[in-house]
């Protein structure tokens, strides 16, 4: 069982940044990869982004690429996004979930695969 909680998010100035933390309990956080997704109000849950267990591959959709960077830190099992050159197309509730086997690039988007969710934190970018 892994629970997973996010942090960090704000309201932020288009152009700006916002560093997201995903923290997870237990003993074999480090076993399982970890997704970003978000949601913006009226549209479905989309897929930003995800990193192995080790921190050596990660994929990103293509609306971030470039922009959005995730890495994370094992010893303090926390997952991180971070954000730049936000736009307000970026405002959204972003989840964090977990998933013991690193998906193909067919199905990293796919949110049955990922076996636990956080709650979401809110990011909102201005114009």
């Known amino acids: 069982q892994v629970q997973l909680v996010e942090s960090g998010g704000g309201l932020v100035q288009a152009g700006g940044s916002l560093r997201l933390s995903c923290a997870g309990s237990?003993?074999?956080?480090?076993?399982?990869?970890m997704g970003w997704f978000r949601q913006a109000p009226g549209k479905e849950r989309e897929f930003v982004g995800v990193?192995?267990?080790?921190?050596?591959?990660?994929y990103y959709s293509d609306s971030v690429k470039g922009r959005f960077t995730i890495s994370r830190d094992n010893a303090k099992n926390t997952v991180y996004l971070q954000m730049n050159v936000l736009k307000p197309e970026d405002t959204a509730v972003y989840y964090c979930?977990?998933?013991?086997?690193?998906?193909?690039?067919?199905?990293?988007?796919?949110?049955?695969?990922?076996?636990?969710w956080g709650q979401g934190t809110q990011v909102t970018v201005s114009s």
């Open positions: 979930a977990a998933l013991l086997v690193f998906p193909t690039t067919q199905t990293m988007g796919d949110q049955s695969k990922y076996n636990y």
């Open positions: 237990g003993r074999t956080f480090s076993t399982y990869s």
């Open positions: 990193i192995s267990w080790s921190g050596v591959i990660t």
